[in-house]
């Protein structure tokens, strides 16, 4: 079994910033990519941006300049720093990672999911 945990969310003004975490825990052998979603109301969910396991990463235009997303393989936790955010990032953030099992069985897991909400 493999879980994924995220934290960091909250509330805050707008041009303020916030760090999520996520780390992920189990039957773990090995993670590819690793990425943050993002689902507003009413909106389908988005790719954020997502961290390959040799460090190379992709972004959203819409984030583009304001996040950045990286990841302490030894730890299994990838992170996504948010800076200048405004109020269209208000969503539900979710982690997903690309986990190789002991057994070998390979498949992409989700976290919980953790509200970020930019006042104006």
């Known amino acids: 079994q493999v879980q994924l945990v995220e934290s960091g969310g909250g509330l805050v003004q707008a041009g303020g910033s916030l760090r999520l975490s996520c780390a992920a825990s189990?039957?773990?052998?090995?993670?590819?990519?690793m990425g943050w979603y993002r689902q507003a109301p009413g909106k389908q969910r988005e790719l954020v941006a997502l961290?390959?396991?040799?460090?190379?990463?992709n972004y959203a235009d819409s984030v583009k300049g304001r996040f950045t997303i990286s990841r302490d393989n030894a730890e299994n936790t990838v992170y996504l720093q948010m800076n200048s955010l405004e109020p269209e990032d208000t969503a539900v953030y979710y982690c997903?990672?690309?986990?190789?099992?002991?057994?070998?069985?390979?498949?992409?897991?989700w976290g919980q999911g953790t509200q970020v909400t930019v006042s104006s």
């Open positions: 997903n990672a690309d986990v190789r099992r002991w057994s070998g069985a390979t498949r992409y897991y």
């Open positions: 189990g039957s773990i052998f090995s993670i590819n990519d």
């Open positions: 961290i390959t396991s040799g460090g190379n990463t």
